[in-house]
């Protein structure tokens, strides 16, 4: 029995370095394919770790941040946001709310020029970085 358990291991094996054609493995050594083929999918390796850092050098590659923004990486690392989530949209639209009601509270008057800033920066037109920059033109 241990001598089959190690011949079916080392068809799989075989087949998860593309030296075996895993169609052939019977049902048993298929399921434990898929099981080890889907954990070296998502653990780190040698493969994944350079398309990440390709990425990050290179950048030009979208996908979703953690906020399930759409995002690019940048040359040398970093991200630019291209569309930002129904959920950020509405954290940053609660933020300015709150930030307009605090003044209000202290006697300030948010003026036109800064509501429009605002407006750009919660509809993802302009990042926070631009967003203080403008203020300050």
Not at 11 to 33: H, K, M, S, T
Not at 121 to 126: C, D, L, N, T, V
């Amino acid at each position: 029995m241990r001598n089959e358990a190690s011949c079916a291991l080392g068809r799989v094996e075989a087949a998860l370095r593309g030296e075996f054609d895993a169609d052939q493995l019977n049902d048993d050594e298929q399921r434990i394919f898929m099981d080890l083929f889907a954990v070296r999918m998502m653990g780190p390796n040698p493969e994944s770790d350079a398309l990440a850092a390709k990425m990050r050098d290179e950048g030009g590659y979208v996908g979703l941040d953690d906020q399930d923004n759409l995002v690019r990486t940048l040359p040398g690392g970093g991200l630019d946001v291209i569309e930002i989530s129904d959920a950020e949209r509405q954290r940053r639209q609660e933020y300015f709310n709150c930030a307009v009601a605090t003044a209000e509270l202290e006697g300030l008057k948010v003026d036109d020029a800064t509501k429009d800033r605002a407006r750009r920066y919660i509809a993802g037109e302009i990042s926070l970085a631009e967003l203080v920059a403008l203020k300050h033109e």
